[in-house]
């Protein structure tokens, strides 16, 4: 069974501060990975894509990819309220016939003022 | 605007009842899936289709049925043989290819069996 595991939260950071997610997968053909945001009764929204080695930035957040380590991170930097959200992380395994995400539980973070 | 729908967003059910979760798309896209999450859970996949008339079974998919006679619809059918339905089910879509894992996902359909 292919996993992916997220650390355990839940994660407590204050106004401004950075937050880090991380995320560790099992299976080393997964070939990109993403990290999705949802709300709380909400549903999940994608928030970054990585499928290279290395660091992508978009604003706030910087996904890191480390394929040898089989580790993604999330960072928030200047973290704000409305950053409060379980954040998910998903390995996409492209398969034998028909692709799909794996995905993680989830962590929950709380940014207080 | 395109986006996917979800009806109807709050489902009671009594016990031995099949229901039917309907998901709409207009963004053309060709991937849908439905996923099941619990309190706490991340999301489990229950199935998923890349074509119409075509779907394979996710990690859940005992108590579930679902069709794809259409691009734009995908229906999941909670029978009366799964024994825990209560749940927030999601409904997403996705293009092929190299964007495969960006997924759109509708509002969500909150099912209480009673």
Redesign the interface.
């Known amino acids: 069974q292919k996993e992916v595991e997220q650390n355990s939260g839940p994660l407590s950071v204050p106004e401004g501060a950075i937050a880090s997610l991380n995320c560790t997968y099992s299976d080393r053909g997964s070939q990109?990975?993403?990290w999705?945001r949802q709300y709380s009764g909400?549903?999940?929204?994608?928030i970054m894509?990585i499928?290279s080695n290395g660091d992508k930035e978009d604003g706030r957040f910087t996904a890191q990819l480390n394929k040898a380590s089989q580790y993604v991170s999330l960072l928030i930097r200047d973290s704000q309220p409305s950053d409060s959200a379980t954040y998910?992380c998903?390995a996409?395994d492209?398969g034998s016939?028909?692709?799909?995400?794996y995905?993680?539980?989830?962590t929950q973070l709380t940014v207080w003022p | 605007d395109g986006g996917i729908t979800q009806s109807p967003k709050y489902l009671f059910r009594k016990e031995g009842q099949n229901v039917t979760l309907s998901c709409e798309q207009n963004l053309n896209h060709d991937a849908m899936y439905w996923y099941r999450q619990d309190p706490g859970q991340g999301l489990r996949l229950i199935y998923y289709s890349q074509i119409v008339n075509d779907f394979q079974k996710g990690d859940i998919a005992e108590g579930y049925s679902v069709s794809r006679e259409k691009k734009e619809s995908f229906p999941l059918t909670v029978t009366s043989a799964q024994k825990n339905p209560t749940a927030f089910y999601l409904c997403a879509s996705s293009t092929p290819g190299g964007r495969a894992g960006e997924l759109f996902f509708g509002e969500g359909s909150r099912l209480t069996v009673l």
Do not use: D
């Open positions: 990109s990975f993403f999705y909400k549903s999940p929204e994608l894509s499928y998910l998903a996409y492209r016939t028909l692709g799909r995400l995905f993680g539980r989830g």
